[in-house]
Every structure is written in C-alpha cells, then in structure tokens.
C-alpha cells in the first residue's frame, strides 16, 4: 500500500512521489524513463552515425575484451566508436582520452605515432646532456 500522493513505479517498484509521473494515469517513474530514453538515443546514434546495431558494439566490445583499444583501460562509461575520416572504416573501441588526445592531436598520422613511442622510448636529451633529473629527482 502506498501513502497518498505516492505511486509505485511498475519498471523499478519504487515507491516515488506523483511529481515524478507524467499524467494521472503514468505509471513509469521519470528516472526509469530517461533512462530509457538514453538507451534509445545512444542505440540510435551508434546506428546513425556508424551503422551499426547494439549487438555489433557488444560483438566489437568484447573481442576487445571490454577495454579501449590502444591503452587496454576499463572505463565505467561506453568506449567511443573510432573510425577514420578519410575512409570511414570503423577501427574499433577507444576511451575518451585515447581518442580525444591521442588520435586526434597526432591526426590520425601513424608516423606521428611511431614517433611518438620512440620519443617517449629514448629520450633525446640523453644524447645531448646525459641522463638528467628535476630538482625533484627520480622516482
């Protein structure tokens, strides 16, 4: 039995305030529906932009092994979709600081990339000044 001005969600079972339904006769509370509004959107989205279905991104999702793609870091949030702008081909599943930071500051340029790694491999200044410290000193 719920108190009055109170309704009980049928998706969550929670009892809820009659604010949070639309209508008189609603009988989804708004949290469940936005959250199912938000499943829509990104369902549509992932369908619009890169043609592919919700099974697709979970088929690509976990052969990836539910981690980005070049770093190999869980994320609690959903692994953008990476795709080249030239060709349009979908490479695969990258968290947003791989894909924001990394592709795009390298332009998409794999000798950029290459080096890249080798910078961060050898360091340079070795070969100028020897091996140098902050003030801080090494950790």
Known sequence: MTR???????KCGRNRSEKFFQ??????????????TRI???TSHLLETYGLTDE????????QG???AICKGRRTYNLQVDHCHKSEAIRGLLCKACNKGILRSARDNPATLRSAAS???TYPADQVLGRRYTPNGPK
């Open 66 to 68: 539910g981690a980005c």
């Open 119 to 121: 910078y961060l491999e």
């Open 56 to 63: 697709d991104y979970q088929a690509l999702f976990t052969a």
């Open 40 to 42: 829509y959107n990104r």
């Open 23 to 36: 209508g008189e006769r609603g009988r989804i509370c708004a949290s469940c529906k936005r959250g199912k």
């Open 4 to 10: 009055k001005g109170y309704r009980q969600c049928s």
